[in-house]
C-alpha cells in the first residue's frame, strides 16, 4: 500500500489528479481477501459535483484533467473584443477520459475537427430516388433539351470548366448543363444571390412562382425564352421538385459551414480576439458564446463565501456517506447527505497487489472556493442570416445513415473522430459548461478509524493582475457530442 505521505502528495495536486483503475479497497468484515474492483474516489466525487450544481447544469458535469491548465476567464473587454485566452481554453476538443478524468486538446482542437468532419460529408441522393430523378427527367427529355440550346444560342456554350468552377465556389451546377442553368444562373446569378451567402432559388420556388421574372431581376432580356422553358420543365417533374430542393439545400448550407468555419469574420459571425498582455487585437475566430454576464461572473469568483465542500467516507465494513456543504453566497448554504451503498468499494490507489483486510476508514475531503459555473459554447449557424458556424444536424444524420443507400447527408470516408458520447469513449465533445474556482482546489485523504481531518487551512493571496489575465482553476465540465451525446 502507497503510504498516505505519497497519498496525500498524489491528491493535494493544485487540480484534480486521480489515479485511473486504483487498488486500495475495504473488505466487509470476515472477509479475508480483497473484493472486486467497483468504484474509485474520482467517480463518487464526480456523482457529488453533480448532486450539488444540479440546479446550474445543464447536462452531468466530469471532472477534467488538471493538466489542461487554467483558463482566463474575464472573456470580453470594453471595446467588445473577446478575450484570446479565454477562446483558447474553451475552443478546446474533448478528446475521451484517462481514467476518472476528461482529456482536452490544446486551443482550437473542436472548430478544427469540426472543420475537417465537414470535409468529409456530402448529401447522398439514394439508388431509389435517383431513378425517379431519371425517369421523370426521361419523360420531359425535349424541354430540357431547348432550355440548353436557348442558353447556348443567346449566351454561349456552357464549358466543364464554367461548371467546375460554380461547384467550386456555389456547390451547385456540376452534373449537366441543365443543372448549370437552372440551379446557378437562374437559381443564384439572375436572383441576384451570388453575394454575402444568400440561400439560391429552389426547384419549387421557381416552378411555383406566379410570376418568376419578379424572382429573377438580375436577369437579361435574352433570359426571358430561356427561363420560360425551363419554368415548363420544372412544372412536369414536380414529383420530384422535393428531392431536388433537399439536395439543393444541402450543398448550400455545407457550403455556408465550411466558408463560415475556415474563413470566419465579422459579417458571418466570427469575433475579433484581443491579446491580454498587450491590448492588441488579432485576426478574426469562429464564434464563441458566454452566457454568463461579467459581473455576475466576476462577482461569484470573488465571494469568499461561495463554497463546495465534499467529504467522502468510506468504511472497512462496507459502504459509506457523502457529505456536502455548498455556500452559494451570503446567507444561502445548502446541505447534501447520502449513502454509499453497502456493496460498494472505493479505491485511490493504483497498486495491483492485493492487501489483507484492516481496519481502514478512508475519508476524502475536497474544498472548492470561489466557484463558478460557466456557460460556454461555439455560435450556431443560422440559415436565415448564414451567421455562426456550428450545425449538428448534417453530422448527426450522416452518423444514423452510416453505410445505408438512403437520401440524406453522410460521409464520404469514415470520421477520424469516436462520434459516440463521452461515456462510449467519444473524441469530438465541445465544452458546454465548466466549473471554476479562483482559489487552488484543496483536496485531502486521510485513513483510520478515527474521525478524518478537513481540508489543511489556507490563505488565497489574489495576484495584481491586469482585468483580462484573471485566471481560475478549471474542476469540470458539462460536453456535447454528436447526436446529444453528453
Known amino acids: 500500500m502507497k503510504s498516505l505521505a505519497l497519498l496525500l502528495l498524489t491528491c493535494m495536486s493544485p487540480l484534480l489528479c486521480f489515479s485511473p483503475g486504483g487498488r486500495v479497497q475495504h473488505a466487509k468484515a470476515g472477509q479475508s481477501a480483497i473484493v472486486a474492483y467497483h468504484e474509485t474516489f474520482g467517480q463518487v466525487l464526480t456523482e457529488a459535483v453533480n448532486r450539488a450544481l444540479a440546479a446550474e447544469l445543464g447536462g452531468r458535469m466530469w471532472l477534467i484533467d488538471g493538466n489542461s491548465g487554467q483558463m482566463m476567464w474575464y472573456y470580453e473587454n470594453l471595446n467588445g473584443l473577446f478575450n484570446?485566452?479565454?477562446?483558447?481554453?474553451?475552443?478546446?476538443?474533448?478528446?475521451?477520459?484517462?481514467?476518472?478524468?476528461?482529456?482536452?486538446?490544446?486551443?482550437?482542437?473542436?472548430?478544427?475537427a469540426y472543420s475537417m468532419v465537414l470535409q468529409l460529408l456530402c448529401y447522398n441522393i439514394s439508388s431509389a430516388d435517383r431513378a425517379?430523378?431519371?425517369?421523370?427527367?426521361?419523360?420531359?427529355?425535349?424541354?430540357?433539351?431547348?432550355?440548353?440550346?436557348?442558353?447556348?444560342?443567346?449566351?454561349?456554350?456552357?464549358?466543364?470548366?464554367?461548371?467546375?468552377?460554380?461547384?467550386?465556389?456555389?456547390?451547385?451546377?456540376?452534373?449537366?448543363k441543365l443543372d448549370y442553368v437552372i440551379d446557378v444562373m437562374m437559381g443564384i446569378f439572375w436572383s441576384d444571390r451570388s453575394t454575402g451567402g444568400a440561400q439560391p432559388l429552389t426547384y419549387t420556388q421557381m416552378a411555383t412562382a406566379p410570376n418568376l421574372d419578379s424572382l429573377l431581376?438580375?436577369?437579361?432580356?435574352?433570359?426571358?425564352?430561356?427561363?420560360?422553358?425551363?419554368?415548363?420543365?420544372?412544372?412536369?417533374?414536380?414529383?420530384?421538385?422535393?428531392?431536388?430542393?433537399?439536395a439543393q439545400n444541402a450543398a448550400w448550407t455545407l457550403r455556408q459551414l465550411k466558408n463560415n468555419t475556415q474563413y470566419p469574420n465579422g459579417m458571418n459571425g466570427g469575433m475579433q480576439l484581443v491579446n491580454p498582455y498587450d491590448g492588441s487585437s488579432g485576426g478574426y475566430q469562429v464564434g464563441y458564446n458566454v452566457a454568463n454576464q461579467?459581473?455576475?461572473?466576476?462577482?461569484?469568483?470573488?465571494?469568499?463565501?461561495?463554497?463546495?465542500?465534499?467529504?467522502?467516507t468510506t468504511y472497512s465494513t462496507g459502504g459509506g456517506t457523502v457529505n456536502i456543504i455548498i455556500g452559494r453566497g451570503?446567507?444561502?448554504?445548502?446541505?447534501?447527505?447520502?449513502?454509499?451503498?453497502?456493496?460498494?468499494?472505493v479505491d485511490i490507489d493504483d497498486t495491483a497487489t492485493p492487501q489483507a483486510a484492516g481496519p481502514w476508514d478512508i475519508t476524502l475531503t475536497a474544498l472548492f472556493s470561489?466557484?463558478?459555473?460557466?456557460s460556454t459554447g461555439p455560435t450556431p449557424w443560422s440559415d436565415a442570416t448564414n451567421t455562426g458556424w456550428y450545425f449538428s444536424y448534417p453530422i448527426?444524420?450522416?452518423?444514423?445513415?452510416?453505410?445505408?443507400?438512403?437520401?440524406?447527408?453522410?460521409?464520404?470516408?469514415?470520421?477520424?473522430?469516436?462520434?459516440?458520447?463521452?461515456?462510449a469513449g467519444g473524441t469530438f465533445g465541445y465544452l458546454q459548461q465548466l466549473l471554476l474556482c479562483t482559489d487552488r482546489p484543496q483536496v485531502m485523504v486521510t485513513m483510520g478509524g478515527g474521525a478524518a481531518s478537513g481540508p489543511p487551512a489556507f490563505t488565497?493571496?489574489?495576484?495584481?493582475?491586469?482585468?483580462?489575465?484573471?485566471?481560475?482553476?478549471?474542476?469540470?465540465?458539462?460536453?456535447?457530442?454528436?447526436?446529444?451525446?453528453?
Open 370 to 374: 470561489r466557484y463558478a459555473v460557466v
Open 294 to 312: 461579467l459581473g455576475d461572473l466576476t462577482r461569484q469568483l470573488q465571494d469568499t463565501s461561495r463554497k463546495m465542500l465534499i467529504k467522502i
Open 460 to 486: 488565497s493571496f489574489p495576484l495584481m493582475v491586469p482585468q483580462m489575465q484573471a485566471t481560475a482553476y478549471v474542476v469540470g465540465g458539462v460536453f456535447v457530442f454528436p447526436q446529444g451525446g453528453r
Open 132 to 176: 425517379r430523378i431519371s425517369a421523370a427527367e426521361a419523360s420531359s427529355q425535349g424541354l430540357a433539351d431547348s432550355t440548353v440550346l436557348l442558353y447556348e444560342s443567346a449566351f454561349g456554350t456552357i464549358t466543364t470548366a464554367q461548371m467546375a468552377a460554380a461547384f467550386a465556389q456555389y456547390g451547385l451546377g456540376a452534373s449537366n
Open 84 to 112: 484570446q485566452q479565454t477562446f483558447n481554453y474553451i475552443s478546446r476538443r474533448v478528446n475521451g477520459s484517462s481514467g476518472d478524468l476528461a482529456q482536452l486538446t490544446e486551443a482550437g482542437g473542436f472548430p478544427n
Open 330 to 345: 451570503a446567507g444561502s448554504v445548502d446541505t447534501i447527505n447520502y449513502n454509499l451503498p453497502d456493496s460498494e468499494y
Open 396 to 423: 448527426n444524420e450522416a452518423i444514423k445513415n452510416d453505410t445505408f443507400d438512403v437520401t440524406g447527408y453522410k460521409f464520404l470516408l469514415p470520421s477520424p473522430y469516436n462520434m459516440n458520447s463521452y461515456e
Open 217 to 246: 431581376p438580375l436577369m437579361p432580356p435574352a433570359g426571358k425564352p430561356v427561363t420560360s422553358m425551363a419554368r415548363k420543365f420544372m412544372q412536369s417533374n414536380m414529383s420530384i421538385a422535393g428531392i431536388v430542393d433537399s
